[in-house]
């Protein structure tokens, strides 16, 4: 009887854990915000176009040098991912990310398909007062 009660109080403890990170994700997701922008910018000889996206979320997934994924808004995907290590990709973030942290990543994509990626410190504050695209 004790072996019992033992493995059902155990499997109820894995079902809570399970049930709060979940949880957690989706606060976070509910918190961050994405703002996307296109820009055009004409000058006497040329027309150039700047796409930037912007994302206020958590760090769910950090590989230095490889990705970062972050929470975003949404009801079915919620994080998002963004290569690093891309030949056509100048990156910026600060040694001190990881894993839990809220940041700010600001990608642009050049007329010309450049992208530049930039991580900033941020927190759910600043992502809450950003309005979003949701």
Not at 51 to 58: E, N, R
Not at 104 to 132: D, M, Y
Request: net charge positive.
């Amino acid at each position: 009887m004790k072996t019992i009660l033992t493995l059902a109080c155990a499997i109820s403890f894995v079902f809570a854990g399970a049930s709060f990170a979940a949880q957690d994700k989706s606060t976070a997701a509910k918190q961050s915000k994405e703002v996307q922008q296109d820009t055009k910018t004409v000058t006497g000889n040329k027309t150039t176009k700047t796409s930037t996206d912007t994302v206020y979320g958590k760090v769910e997934g950090y590989e230095p040098g490889k990705s970062i994924k972050v929470t975003v808004p949404g009801k079915i995907i919620s994080t998002k991912s963004f290569d690093l290590d891309d030949k056509d990709t100048t990156v910026h973030v600060p040694a001190n990310v990881k894993t839990g942290d809220w940041v700010s990543i600001v990608e642009k994509t050049a007329n010309n398909g450049h992208k530049t990626v930039t991580v900033k410190p941020s927190s759910e504050k600043e992502a809450s007062r950003v309005k979003g695209t949701d």
